[in-house]
């Protein structure tokens, strides 16, 4: 579909297709949040190599452009390719190697390999030594997915850094019952 087709599209409430460069500039006056800018080219047809360099090229410009000072955007996918690509245009650049799998070994090395300063893995068969090891070696642990409550208070337990939910109300009136620190 083309963009302007892709205008045409609204939900049941009215609200219309959201493009990059509107959510991007819809934060670029709010600092200290962190946006996941999650690169979804697994799809070689979609997203032939001749493609990656220049949809990531688009992506980091556009990040570079609207990011206030003190936000933190962070390239992520479970595509190496892309995550090589914005490595490629910034060295320092945050990213997050995303997979379907537990913590691990493996995953760690391979992260490392793709100079990926986040990691984000499956919460279920993820266990805090991992977590413990991925944080001495410099990573940032975002597990995922977090449907439930429990999902939550086991983040909590295995010290990850960032716990992606698909129920955030509901969590945030888990966390409003907690004592403050």
């Known amino acids: ?47 032939p190599d001749s493609r990656i360099d220049e949809y990531c090229v688009a992506l980091y410009e556009a990040a570079k452009r609207y990011r206030p000072e003190g936000s933190k955007y962070v390239f992520t996918s479970f595509d190496k390719r892309p995550l090589r690509a914005i490595r490629a245009l910034d060295a320092k650049a945050p990213t997050a190697f995303i997979k379907s799998a537990p913590l691990s070994e493996e995953f760690m090395a391979e992260a490392k390999e793709l100079g990926a300063n986040h990691i984000a893995c499956r919460i279920s068969g993820t266990s805090r030594d991992l977590v413990d ?49």
């Open 1 to 47: 579909m083309t963009a302007a087709e892709l205008k045409q599209i609204t939900t049941k409430q009215g609200q219309s297709f959201l493009f990059l460069d509107e959510l991007l500039e819809y934060f670029a006056d709010k600092p200290g949040v962190m946006i996941e800018l999650e690169m979804k080219t697994k799809n070689h047809e979609l997203y």
């Open 133 to 181: 090891k991925a944080h001495a070696q410099g990573f940032k642990v975002n597990c995922w997915p977090g449907r439930s409550p429990e999902d939550f208070y086991l983040a909590i337990g295995l010290g990850v850094d960032v716990h992606c939910t698909d129920i955030p109300t509901a969590i945030q009136k888990v966390k409003e019952l907690l004592p403050n620190p």
